[in-house]
């Protein structure tokens, strides 16, 4: 059993930068494949990014490749996504998943653990 805090999200200008951060409960995170995804309102959740569970493989939605990275540190139980070049089209709320996996995974169906989402709005 994982459970999963997101934290980080906020209101920013276009241009600028946020850090989300995914805190994982349990001894055995580094275990799990990891990965971020997003939901804007009247559209379905789709995939931002993942990592697998060592951190050393990482893919990126199109939409968010070069602006965007993944990371995670095993040591504390914590996924990252550091969110630069910001757009009003990121605005979203930004849930972070996590399963029993090598990983990455990019498919939502596939990730058993969720966090609540953190909110991230993006003005022009």
């Known amino acids: 059993q994982v459970q999963l805090v997101e934290s980080g999200g906020g209101l920013v200008q276009a241009g600028g930068s946020l850090r989300l951060s995914c805190a994982a409960s349990?001894?055995?995170?580094?275990?799990?494949?990891s990965g971020w995804f997003r939901q804007a309102p009247g559209k379905e959740r789709e995939f931002v990014a993942a990592?697998?569970?060592?951190?050393?493989?990482?893919y990126y939605a199109d939409s968010v490749k070069g602006r965007c990275t993944i990371s995670r540190d095993n040591a504390k139980n914590t996924v990252y996504l550091q969110m630069n070049s910001l757009k009003p089209e990121d605005t979203a709320a930004y849930y972070c998943a996590a399963d029993y996996a090598d990983g990455p995974i990019i498919t939502r169906s596939l990730y058993q653990y969720w966090g609540q989402g953190t909110q991230v709005t993006v003005s022009s």
């Open positions: 349990g001894r055995t995170f580094s275990r799990y494949a």
């Open positions: 990592i697998n569970r060592s951190g050393g493989i990482t």
